[in-house]
């Protein structure tokens, strides 16, 4: 049984790039975190992917971090068979693989921690959470965005009325015209595609700092016809500049296709209802070409606020009505008087009042994955429920699958429908789901 102290033998399953950048988390939270009381520290034992290049690159890594090299298998099954004292599997594969992998994973009696998409479908993230039921075991979705201490404070803001009663929202992102976004998967619809792969972190922002989303309504589009495949010149050497510089290396390690033609949509605009009232904005385009477009603002009876931009350092700016100006920093806090992150995300940060941060991007994605880890082990240490588990990662991918089912029924969709155990609204989906299964 689980114990304040507990190790955790770990095992990571898809060496990729997010692979990757979840190593250097655990590297991040063995610095960090590990030490604290109650905390879990995790032992990399083993790494799985049928890439030997990306399997390698990542136990190498790890013998230079930890001092350890974890054993490496082309597949989970003959990982389980050979290293049985695995407690728990962090799973960072494309989302095609999320739902078949994590049942089989909580099936032999493992933990899992899963990237976003939880899955493609609600059917998929409900088959996963039956198997964590069923096995009793925790099922977290590595959702980082939230993690950021500033975006708990932009939470702690808005649920201290710093703007009145929210009322709206615009959430706009337009880019990456013309280029395949970081792999050719992501532009696949069997994979997810674009909009699922992006869509469930703005779906998880507007949640945690709106509550769930009632309605949908949309239109999709396939705007970009054909992507041209990135090119890295040379590989990664000395420190990385960016979280994203790994890929130099795992792309080419999978290869990278000159063009390629997807075949999902890359282009959502919608509007939305939110449970406890709001109404909002959320347009999402891969096809922005040349210049980009983002903002994202919230509404009130009394103000308007920008979020913190995640993984920037950036706080959030809160307007109050009768001025032009930003509230200071510290108007912000005393607002706030309560306003603490947890003694994990304040280890990594320096600070548990944080109004903006000064890290380089590397740092930054380090730490906010090491907050990740950290709830997965308190949640497995304490037997209680992870941050951004089934319930919370199922409607971020069903409020992204409703804007498929709204644009190809021509009408609004209530996502309980969607989320439902026999849904009512489930076209788009089911065609997913009965073609994965075809293989
Ligand atoms: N939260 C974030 O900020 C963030 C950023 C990037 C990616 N992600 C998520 O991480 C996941 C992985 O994305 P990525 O960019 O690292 O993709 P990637 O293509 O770089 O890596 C995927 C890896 O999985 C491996 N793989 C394929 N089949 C496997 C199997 N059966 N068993 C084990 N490994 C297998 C591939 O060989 C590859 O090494 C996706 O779900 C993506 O959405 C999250």
Known sequence: MTTAS???????????????????????????????????IFNLIAVSDPNAKNATLLADTALAEFGHRPAIFANPEAMFDAVPDIDAVDITTEPRLHE?????????????????????????????????QAANRVL????????DPLVR??????DARAIGDPWMVVDASIGSGGQIVITPWRHKRLYGGILLDVGVHNVDLMRYYAGPVLEVSARVALLDRVRKGLRPQGGVTGAPASPGAIYAITNANAGMPETMEPDVEDTAFSTLRFEAGMIGQWTLSHAGH??????????GSEGSMEPAPPRSG?????????????LTPEAMLSRVPGFAVDASTARLFGGERLASYHLDPVAIDCKIEAAVLSDFGRAIVT???PEVGGIEGR??????????????LNAPVLVADIEADVPAVSAWQHAIDRDLAGG
Not at 290 to 299: L, M, N, S, T
Not at 314 to 326: F, K, M
């Open 153 to 158: 404070l932009t939470k702690a803001l808005l």
């Open 290 to 299: 040349a210049q980009g477009f983002g903002r994202k603002q919230y509404w």
């Open 6 to 40: 507990t190790v955790v033998n770990l095992a990571i399953i898809g060496c990729g790039g997010m692979g990757n950048r979840h190593l250097q988390g655990l590297a991040e939270y063995a610095r960090s975190v590990a030490g604290l009381p109650g905390h879990a």
């Open 314 to 326: 950036t706080g959030p700016r809160v307007w109050r009505d009768g001025s032009s100006d930003p």
């Open 100 to 132: 078949s992998l994590s049942v089989l994973c909580l099936r032999a009696g493992k933990h899992v921690l899963v990237e976003k998409p939880m899955a493609l479908t609600v059917a998929g993230c409900n088959a996963m959470m039956a198997a964590a």
């Open 383 to 385: 037997g209680t429920q």
């Open 395 to 408: 409607h971020a991918v069903a409020v992204v699958n409703a804007l498929f089912e709204s644009s190809h």
């Open 140 to 147: 977290a979705v590595a959702e980082n965005y939230r993690f």
